[in-house]
């Protein structure tokens, strides 16, 4: 059996060849262009190989609804000459395989529960901050998936009382991602995250409201394990914070270990690094040809 | 094949005997005294049926966790004479049939899903606004439960500007259900809800802090049904506040009608009202005996 698993994102595509167990025996990085050129890529790159089925985990915003007409394509994203482009289709076209289509995030998510950072657990969430502010919960097995997919990053948070910044989001201005994304970091103090390195202050505060997201996120999920990744999450700085806050926050309301004593080892970052999306790439291959098989297609 | 429901409250213990497909052959309500007492009341209810299985939805804190040496047992529960009370063990011993244990606020989001306003539905989040405020999600006919089970009743909210009440939780202060539970509507106001009936500017400022609950529920769980229950969901003009700042706070961001016009058929009333709770437990019943059945028991 052969899958492969495409993490589609907005500066790079990694595609690799996996087999049964997922293992890659293939792989690539190509740049993110335009569609036409990139896809062909893409396309050469599995061509040879007898695919049984394609995952995809795709940058945004794309439509992951399978009753939806815009299945499988990106709809309003920024990248404009990759607006409308119906991705998973394309893929489809070509290899007449079952594909599986997804967020990034929620493929990362599938990939560490699998592989990573929450292989054996029942349950794991996952949480990206960078452009922005997203997150997939993986239980039993599968991606949290009910009347929409989660949109996590927009959940209320209290603002610090010293922070001015307005936030940046343009549906509810103030939300987590309007306030603690990598562009509300810059845009707040005026320069990227990467310069602020030594500006504890920067780190303090973007730990106040991400372990506020935590709270709510763990109050309502319960998940095993927290992974925490994306550009700003390279801050060390930031680690300490959330901790400590997290500590404060839920006061010892919840008793148990990983949540005190051991919260090192339950908020975590990524232990597949950068391989995360296209692992679970390859997991939602998988997912795909067996829901295929369960059609009886 | 017959089947046992238990809803155990503070205030009365709800059985009935179920058949096959969970419809009650009989039911009674016994009032909550000391165990001793209702307990041996309990146990005669059943004592002439050849039970398969037993569920029990549990007032609490109670726990819920199998691997746990207190598992089955009431513990910190206010209501003294309960206090470390092996309930689960208790019926357990006396009937000697698999036995299911959970929360009352989880059995009833199981009724709901099952037999209820989220029949047919995939998921669906219940969530019960009285003496503590608590949420019991059902995924894949199966309940939420990962870490812990949930304590959704303990998010942070953001405080209404003109909102002086300090907010009574033990924990957490002003928390939701330090905020927004029955005792600090009285608190208050200084009278009971039920009182303040025709307060308008109560009604609101419970609806806007239950609005944000929701919009984090559904950001984060994203159920295909949302079901409030609980005395204080009595009041209907909490109803009208709650969908319009739920509304406002959302302003569009997730593009599904049940978000927009046909919200009143997606944030709704338990359909079974107060039969919910006695009818999951006895779909715990079955759940025991198919897992009790799997292990080879
Ligand atoms: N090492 C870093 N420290 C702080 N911020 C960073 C770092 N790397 C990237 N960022 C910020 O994170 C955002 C990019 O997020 P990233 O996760 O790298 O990509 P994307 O979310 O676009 O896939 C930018 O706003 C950038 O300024
Ligand atoms: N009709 C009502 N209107 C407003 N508040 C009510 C009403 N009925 C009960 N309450 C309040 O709800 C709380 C009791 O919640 P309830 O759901 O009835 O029971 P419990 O949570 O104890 O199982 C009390 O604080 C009570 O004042
Ligand atoms: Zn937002
Ligand atoms: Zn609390």
Known sequence: MLFGGIEAGGTKFVCAVGDEKKNAIKRTQIPTTIPEETL???????????????????????????????????????????????????????????????????????????FGAAQGLDSCLYITVGTGIGAGAVIHEKLLHGLSHPEMGHILVRRHPNDEYPGRCPYHQDCLEGLASGPAIEDRWGEKGVLLKEREEVWKLEGYYIAQALMQYILILSPQKVILGGGVMKQELIWVHIRQYLKELLNDYIDFPQLSSRMDDYIVPPQLGDDAGVKGALVLADQARQEAKGRGD
């Open 40 to 114: 062909a890529r893409v396309i050469r790159f599995f061509e040879g190989f007898e695919l049984d089925a394609i995952g995809i985990g795709s940058f945004g915003p794309a439509d992951v609804h399978p009753k939806s007409p815009t299945y499988g394509m990106l709809t309003t994203t920024p990248k404009t000459a990759w607006r409308n482009v119906p991705l998973m289709q394309r893929i489809h076209d070509r290899f007449r395989v079952p594909v599986g289509f997804q967020t990034d995030v929620n493929a990362a998510a599938l990939g560490e529960a699998a």
